[in-house]
């Protein structure tokens, strides 16, 4: 009876299998089936479905149209394209795929289990394991050790599991469906792929905030990241060396005929031609300006907008009932923080200026540049500054108009730097000042750090990135986000690399399309410092570099003019060194300055000879030197000011001053207290002309009249060097020193 049954159920399926191969060549013959369909003929979105796409030295992946880090916990892990075979970390496998890795780091052996069978490689051999079965796979390319992680040849994994990789140059396309993607893939499709896994992950909502920003735990942010050593802003804790440029300071614009001076909250205008004033804005009382920028008859006003007035119990009172989106924004959240800010007036009667917009964002004012017809605001803030209820929110901002409400970025929208290591945001907003109706562009990006640079037409972010743990091998690599700023639109554009971890935020500088930065790490075996520079192109690759170019000293941070960069030292007394920048592709050793034993200020004078404003051994000195000579300085002239009872403000704020190359006049901040009573005897400028041939020579002095407390700030204009103090204005006349016009602010 069993046999009976047994051949039933052979002959039921025998008469299936014919019909059925009679019906696919039934069909065949009258064209109904064919190949299976190519890739022009499945929707993107369901190629994707089943694929994973991934990018040479990128740590962003996405897998079955998901974006993601390879390894959440360790951004060094990256795919790697050797001889034009692709490799990616053991943890790649898990993050795509779900699958369960094992490692021995020392025999350099891995396990990767997916759908119940385990490829199981070495250095020697490659089999597949199942519960019934072991096959051995043909194995060219080997795995190796790097990182402190295995790679593993991807044509090795996609042979394993029977998969389908493709090469679009550096983007590398693994799927599930062998013919879902082809060779021959549109230029559009492939772009638009690595924009997605060559770029910046999403933060996307709530909760991935909270898991990259919680990694800030002792261990948890030494293997994410590494920039403990080396990320603080030791330029202005440490002010050494300051480089003083003979450029037009922040708060002062000018134009035809008006000069245009900020000062706290308000704006003074002074008629240039007549010396006389013109006008006056006051903006908000908790306003303070910073920069100043003139389009026209368009004047524009940057700076921080305090919240003083908003105490946190307040702030947690209107926002402890607000409840996230699910793209996690709350519309009545604002957070509890000062503001970056920028008023936009119409200035075509000078004597009523009219404002057009008022735009404010969260955070703390950073730096702002102006751009065509845009400027672009830099600001930075805590994720705890946006937290409430319990939950946390993005950044807000405010412009009025064209929206005239308050605004809210979503995390869908916001952005993060792979190697995480800190809880803040760096805000990037686009603002047209010649056209008002156009809305503000925002970006925010999470984990921006300290170490950020913005040059006129990019942002710049470094990210230092450890490439090894638990291990001798550490290695610190400065990763260079460059973020273009381009009509409005604000979107990463390039990345490079660089070894050492970068000094601090000044050590960075961009000029005629390159790139330099000054790194320094601990040389392996001996832990001497290693300085080096090094310059990239336009593409962000490497062009130039000079190793090892501080003698193993301990240098602080580094200064940039167009042809030479210092490396100033930790301390004072210690020597600086000099970079010859001017071949980027060649950068080198220049010579060894060694100047004095206290602060000093560099004003380059021309390509040989540099002037210097120093307060070694307690005695304020002006001096003039040769550096013609490679480690051969030579001190041509000094200038003694006074010893003890005389100080100057540049040593604060280095862009205090103003050097005329047509006539060798500088004009120089000082104040002088009598050293008995204490009580302050002259309180303003000493104006200077410096000969090459002759030395210096004081021609003359400009008093601030009571302004004790205001820093002089100046500006050369129409025959005229002005002295803006806090309530009055002196006009010197460069042609006669001696006679001085004085303009009462009003």
Known sequence: MKNKMVLGILIVYFIILAVVLCLQVFSKNNGVVSAPPSSDDVAVEDRLDRAVVLYKESPVIMANKEQMLIDNSNASFVPLIENQVAYAPLSFF??????????????????????????????????LVSNSSEKDIEYNNRIFKRRNTIYIPLQLFAEAFDKEIHYYGDLVVISEDKQAFTQEESADFINSLKA??????????????????????????????????????????????????????????????????????????????????????????GFSVSKLYLLG??????GCKSDEGTSAEAATETTSSAQPTS????????????????????????????????????????????????????SQLSVFDSQAGGHFYPPSYRDYPPEGVDSFLTFVDVQYFPEAGSDDYTVLSALNIADTTVPANVKAYLCGGENVYLSENNLYIAKTRYTGFEM????????????????????????????????????????????????????????????????????????????????????????????????????????M????????????????????????????????????????????????????????????????????????????????????????????????????????????????????????KRIGTVDKNGDEDTALQYCKLNGYF?????????????????SVTEIELR
Do not use: W
């Not at 704020?653 to 002088?672: A, G, K, Q, W, Y």
């Open 196 to 285: 997605q896994v060559n770029s910046l992950p999403y933060v996307a909502n709530e909760s991935n905030l909270k898991g990259i920003t919680d990694a800030m735990g002792k261990n948890g942010l030494l293997k994410r990241v590494g920039t403990v050593v080396g990320s603080g802003d030791r330029q202005d804790e440490n002010s050494v060396v300051k480089l003083i440029t003979n450029k037009k300071s922040d708060v002062i614009q000018s134009d035809e005929q008006y000069i245009y001076y900020g000062r706290g909250s308000s704006i003074y205008i002074i008629d240039h031609i007549s010396n006389t004033a013109a006008g006056r804005i006051d903006i908000d009382d």
């Open 94 to 127: 898990k993050s795509a795929y779900g699958a369960s890795i094992t490692a021995d780091m020392n025999e350099v052996s891995a396990a990767i289990r997916l759908n119940n069978e385990a490829l199981v490689v070495n250095k020697e051999k490659a089999d």
């Open 722 to 738: 002005y002295c803006f103090g806090k309530d009055n204005v002196s006009a010197v006349n460069i042609n006669d020193i001696e």
């Open 472 to 575: 001798n091998d550490n290695e610190e690599n400065t990763f260079i986000y460059r973020i273009g700023l381009s009509n409005g639109n604000i979107a990463l554009n390039g990345k490079g690399n660089v070894k050492g971890y970068v000094l601090d935020r000044h050590s960075m500088n961009e000029n005629a399309g390159y790139f330099s930065i000054a790194t320094e790490y601990k040389e392996k075996g001996t832990n001497k410092n290693i300085t080096n520079i090094y310059i990239l192109n336009n593409n962000m690759e490497l062009c130039g570099e000079a190793n090892r170019v501080a003698n193993n000293a301990q240098v602080g941070s580094a200064i940039f003019t167009d042809d030479m960069i210092f490396l100033i030292p930790e301390e004072q007394g210690q020597a």
């Open 327 to 378: 793209e996690g924004a709350a519309e009545n959240v604002r957070s509890n923080c000062d503001s970056a800010a920028a008023y936009v007036y119409d200035i075509t009667n000078r004597s009523n200026a009219v404002m057009k917009r008022e735009f404010s964002v969260d955070g703390d004012y950073i730096n702002s540049v102006k751009h065509g017809d845009y400027i672009y605001i830099l």
């Open 577 to 696: 060194y000099l970079i010859d920048s001017s071949n980027p592709t060649n950068p080198a050793g220049y010579g060894v300055l060694k100047l004095s034993t206290g602060n000093i200020l560099i004003y380059p004078y021309d390509e040989s000879h540099i002037l210097t404003i120093d307060n070694g051994d307690n005695v304020l000195k002006a001096s003039a030197y040769s550096i013609e000579g490679r480690d051969n300085t030579v001190r041509l002239y000094s200038e003694e000011l006074g010893k003890d009872n005389i100080v100057t403000s540049l040593f604060d704020n280095s862009d205090f001053f103003t050097f005329d190359r047509e006539r060798n006049m500088f004009m120089l901040p000082v104040t002088i207290t009598d050293k008995e009573s204490g009580n302050v005897t002259f309180d303003g400028s000493y104006i200077y002309e410096l000969n090459l041939d002759d030395g210096f």
């Open 297 to 302: 008859n368009t004047l524009v006003a940057a």
